[in-house]
């Protein structure tokens, strides 16, 4: 059952000129393994992890390190979530987040799609 939906968009250039104002915060958004990539790779992370926030309803106990996009076998793009990210993420009971990046023409944007494990006819009401 979908439990929460978020979509972002992130200007490249711009977040490329906010980056080079303030270089602190390529290490306090991203993770080790992303650091070294190119501006418009970072965007689309930016995004994602915004898109991330938003399907989960807030942004209590998420902290942006502990978010990392990473690649399977075939290119596509998944979370790989870390400490308290990942206990709020199973404590909300999210069984499945489902990630789209893109980037073209100086945007870049990420949809998020949360899923949880139950029945939809259910009476109990999710955020």
């Not at 502990?66 to 990210?85: D, H, K, N, Q």
């Not at 990942?86 to 799609?113: K, M, N, Q």
């Amino acid at each position: 059952m979908i439990v929460g939906i978020g979509v972002d968009l992130v200007d490249i250039a711009r977040f490329e000129r906010t980056i080079a104002r303030t270089p602190r915060l390529v290490d306090r958004l991203f993770s080790g393994g992303e650091r070294a990539l190119k501006p418009h790779s970072l965007a689309a992370r930016y995004a994602a992890k915004e898109a991330l926030i938003k399907a989960l309803g807030g942004s209590d106990g998420v902290h942006w390190t502990e978010i990392e996009i990473t690649a399977e076998a075939s290119g596509r793009p998944v979370f790989t979530l870390t400490g308290s990210t990942a206990t709020v993420v199973a404590e909300r009971g999210i069984t499945g987040l489902h990630l789209s990046l893109s980037h073209d023409a100086g945007l870049a944007t990420a949809y998020v799609v949360a899923e949880a494990a139950g029945d939809p006819d259910d009476d109990e009401v999710t955020r």
